[in-house]
């Protein structure tokens, strides 16, 4: 077995939580790490990542109904690590790394007219950014920027179509998952 065959799968798996269940679906068409996700119109989408080789701008679309995974548009930049998040109807991709160089980069993808386009770059480089949508804003939160860990987090307005810093976490986080929940209206939550 070779090393890509080892780290690079096209393995999918489905969840189900009434069964506690996990069982397989179609296969991915390419092998990917590194791999960005989102779920937009019933379709789960898989974003760029890398082969083993190289990273890639390949996206495909999987349709649960059908059990069947399709190419769409790819992106414009190939990277792996990126960050994703659904919003207003678009897939934002942010950020992620090409071979040796972290990117700021950020783009959208269109499900109707199954096009990519570019928006303003981020402030700062990061590779393994977390992406989420909080108040009508895109929040990407920590990462790498090619040589240090960042705590840092940068605000992205569509109605200017600008990036701006908004702060910093406790602590610098790579590839840390970013969530987003109502908290309950109570007066004290200790």
């Known amino acids: 077995m070779s090393q890509t065959e080892k780290c690079c799968f096209n393995h999918v798996e489905r969840y ?57 548009s790819p992106m414009s930049t190939r990277s792996k690590h990126l960050g994703c998040a659904v919003f207003n109807n678009y897939i934002y991709a ?6 040796s160089m972290e990117l700021s980069s950020a783009e959208r993808y269109n499900p109707l007219t199954n096009t990519w386009s570019p928006i303003v770059a981020m402030t700062s480089r990061r590779s393994g950014v977390g992406l989420a949508v909080v108040n009508g804003q895109l929040y990407a939160v920590g990462g790498f920027d090619g040589s240090a860990y960042l705590k840092t987090i940068e605000v992205y307005d569509p109605e200017t179509n600008q990036w701006r810093l908004c702060g910093c976490m406790n ?8 969530g987003v929940m109502r908290a309950p209206q109570t007066e004290n939550y200790m």
């Open 16 to 72: 189900d939580p009434k069964e506690n269940k996990w069982s397989k679906v179609a296969p991915m068409t390419t092998r990917r790490l590194g791999v960005a996700v989102a779920v937009l119109g019933g379709y789960l989408y898989a974003i760029g990542g890398s082969d083993g080789q190289r990273p890639l701008n390949t996206v495909e679309r999987y349709d649960p109904r059908h059990n069947k995974w399709v190419a769409v």
């Open 94 to 99: 942010v950020g992620g790394r090409y071979d």
């Open 171 to 178: 602590y610098s986080r790579l590839g840390g998952g970013v």
